[in-house]
């Protein structure tokens, strides 16, 4: 299974979105809408951002949106702020019981 | 409050075999479909291991199928991943993550802090 592709960086300015895609196949993204995003700072563990392609867990703030369309899936970050700077990684369910992550994105607040 | 706190890494020669247990606290750990995920240094996650919240069905990627082996014990809300010849691809910081439910089991909602695995002679 090879991993689902991302743009290995983005950035924006305080205030600016910035938006992320994801990129797979019709056996993953494009095949199931469970596609889940997650955060990770430098040396620490991945947090749940969205999952089931748009929903946002409580807590998440609205400003973190997410969509899919056909084999592609997309992370908006609105109105960026210096504790987005961080990795981004999209993850789907790949079917036979398998899940696949993305490349990953660093996020960078200029 | 959710906490999954891996134990059990450390530094083991190539073919060698190590166990690693995550223990689980603050939710109903028998409930939940459970998963080991991995990144190695410098280097993005990598899911391993998904085991079914009674321990009767178990999944592993086809990098480590053969070699690993998930478990879990839900008198000791502990979850297990059972390393045998390893390599040295296999290091990386080890995750545990608890499964999410909405319409299925399909995201990772809590994550523990990782516990170290390095393969080398």
């Known amino acids: 299974q090879s991993a689902l592709t991302q743009p290995p960086s983005a950035s924006g300015s305080p205030g600016q979105s910035v938006t992320i895609s994801c990129t797979g196949t019709s056996s993953d993204v494009g095949g199931y809408n469970y596609v889940s995003w997650y955060q990770q700072h430098s040396g620490k563990a991945p947090k749940l951002m969205i999952y089931?392609?748009?929903k946002r867990p409580s807590g998440v703030p609205d400003r973190f949106s997410a969509s899919k369309s056909g084999n592609t899936a997309s992370l908006t970050v609105s109105g960026l702020q210096a504790e987005d700077e961080a990795d981004y990684y999209c993850s789907s369910f790949a079917g036979t019981n398998n899940f696949v992550f993305g490349t990953g994105t660093k996020v960078t607040v200029l | 409050e959710v906490q999954l706190v891996e134990s059990g890494g450390g530094l083991v020669q190539p073919g060698g075999s190590l166990r690693l247990s995550c223990a689980a606290s603050g939710f109903t750990f028998s409930s939940h479909w459970m998963h080991w995920v991995r990144q190695g240094p410098g280097k993005g996650l990598e899911w391993v291991s998904r085991?079914?919240?009674?321990?009767?069905?178990?999944n592993h990627a086809d990098s480590v199928k053969g070699r690993f082996t998930i478990s879990r014990d839900n008198v000791k809300n502990t979850l297990y991943l059972q390393m045998n010849s390893l390599r040295a691809e296999d290091t990386a910081v080890y995750f545990c993550?608890?499964?999410?439910?909405?319409?299925?089991?399909?995201?990772?909602?809590?994550w523990g802090q990782g516990t170290l695995v390095t393969v080398s002679s």
């Open positions: 085991i079914k919240s009674d321990g009767s069905s178990a």
């Open positions: 993550a608890r499964s999410g439910y909405s319409s299925g089991w399909y995201y990772f909602d809590y």
């Open positions: 089931e392609v748009n």
